[in-house]
C-alpha cells in the first residue's frame, strides 16, 4: 500500500507565500519523478510542476518564477514552495508520484495524494 500526504496548504493574501509538503510512504523500491497538480472549481487538474529523479524539473508557463519544486530523496517528499500567490492560484493541489513498487515491477504506477486547499484571497 503506498500513500501520499500532503500537508501545508492554507490561505494566504495575494503576493503571500505558502509551502507544501508531500511525503510517499508504504512498499516503494524506487520514485521516478514526483509532483504537483492543481484543480480549481469548474476546471480540469493540471499540472504546476515535477521533479524527476535526477533532479531536472519542469513547470506550467503560469508558475514560472514563482513556484520552486524541490525533493528529498531520502525520505521520499516533494515540496512546493510557493511565492508571489495570486488569487488565480486557488486550488486544491495534489501530490503524485510515478514509482516501482518492486524490483520486478514491469512498469511504473502513478499514485496520487487526497489533496490541499490553497486559497489566495484578499
Known amino acids: 500500500q503506498v500513500q501520499l500526504v500532503e500537508s501545508g496548504g492554507g490561505s494566504v493574501q495575494p503576493g503571500g507565500s505558502l509551502r507544501l509538503s508531500c511525503a510517499a510512504s508504504?512498499?516503494?523500491?524506487?520514485?521516478?519523478?514526483m509532483g504537483w497538480y492543481r484543480q480549481a472549481p469548474g476546471k480540469q487538474r493540471e499540472l504546476v510542476a515535477n521533479?524527476?529523479?535526477?533532479?531536472?524539473?519542469n513547470y506550467a508557463d503560469f508558475v514560472k518564477g514563482r513556484f520552486t519544486v524541490s525533493r528529498d530523496t531520502a525520505k521520499n517528499t516533494v515540496y512546493l514552495q510557493m511565492s508571489s500567490l495570486k488569487p488565480d492560484d486557488t486550488a486544491v493541489y495534489y501530490c503524485?508520484?510515478?514509482?516501482?513498487?518492486?524490483?520486478?515491477?514491469?512498469?511504473?504506477?502513478?499514485?496520487w495524494g487526497q489533496g490541499t486547499q490553497v486559497t489566495v484571497s484578499s
Open positions: 503524485s508520484a510515478n514509482l516501482l513498487l518492486t524490483r520486478y515491477s514491469d512498469y511504473a504506477l502513478d499514485f
Open positions: 508504504g512498499s516503494i523500491f524506487s520514485i521516478n519523478a
Open positions: 521533479i524527476q529523479s535526477g533532479g531536472s524539473t
